[in-house]
């Protein structure tokens, strides 16, 4: 009974492809987000979508494209991929995108390669 | 801006012995303040948070009490397990708009038997 749940849990691929991470959670939240995690587990985020918006772009180079079907799912897809992409990207959920006493919800992240 | 700093990892310690991880932070406003733990291999999960001041988290016996005097929300517990080796980080919330949560850089915490 994952609450968010993330597809691939592994992704190696070569420079130059394209490639997708699908993410859904089912608990009912607003608002979804991507974070890309780097070697020294450093958390970075790159979006956060609330019913289906774009609500935070993090100045993410524009090869990283999200799109939210709907409210339940936040897929990232990421053109032209590059060795620094090479990282943990994690999908999270929250209550709302006011913040405040709301948590955050993370999927169990997906590990791109970039070879 | 707002931030959150941690201390520097790794810490290693002893199965038993007692753990701070410090925590400061500075924000624009009121925030909620959370520590997530981050176990190999897994995404980040809600350890224990506080929403006002004074307030003490706890859970799994980690502690940290939100002090606004001194803008610090450390991480405490009295006796750590081999299985509390992970990852630890200090985050905040402010209310109100679009607002980008902010995560502190993450504490390495490895204990050994």
């Known amino acids: 009974d994952t609450a968010v749940s993330q597809t691939p849990k592994y992704l190696v691929t070569q420079m130059g492809n394209d490639k997708s991470i699908k993410c859904e959670q089912n608990?009912?939240?607003?608002?979804m987000y991507w974070y890309k995690q780097d070697s020294k587990k450093f958390l970075k985020i790159m979006f956060s979508?609330?019913?289906?918006?774009?609500?935070i772009n993090e100045t993410v180079p524009n090869r990283f494209s999200p799109k939210s079907p709907d409210k339940a799912h936040l897929n990232l897809h990421i053109n032209s991929l590059e060795l620094g992409d090479s990282a943990v990207y994690f999908c999270?959920?929250?209550?709302?995108?006011?913040?405040?006493?709301?948590?955050?919800?993370f999927g169990p992240g997906t590990r791109l390669t970039v070879t | 801006g707002n931030s959150v700093t941690q201390m520097e990892g790794p810490v290693t310690l002893s199965e038993e012995a007692f753990l701070t991880i410090n925590c400061t932070y500075t924000?624009?406003?009121?925030?909620?303040l959370f520590w997530y733990v981050q176990y190999p291999g897994e995404g980040l999960q809600l350890l224990l948070k506080?929403?006002?001041?004074?307030d003490k988290g706890s859970n799994k016996g980690f502690e940290a009490t939100y002090r606004k005097e001194t803008t610090s929300f450390h991480l405490e517990k009295g006796s750590v397990q081999v299985s509390d080796s992970a990852v630890y980080f200090c985050?905040?919330?402010?209310?109100?708009?679009?607002?980008?949560?902010?995560f502190g850089r993450g504490t390495s915490l490895i204990v050994h038997p």
């Open positions: 999270a959920s929250s209550q709302d995108y006011s913040g405040g006493t709301y948590e955050q919800y």
């Open positions: 506080a929403t006002k001041a004074d």
């Open positions: 924000a624009t406003g009121y925030p909620s």
């Open positions: 979508y609330n019913n289906k918006e774009l609500i």
């Open positions: 608990l009912g939240h607003d608002t």
């Open positions: 985050a905040l919330n402010l209310s109100g708009g679009s607002y980008i949560p902010t």
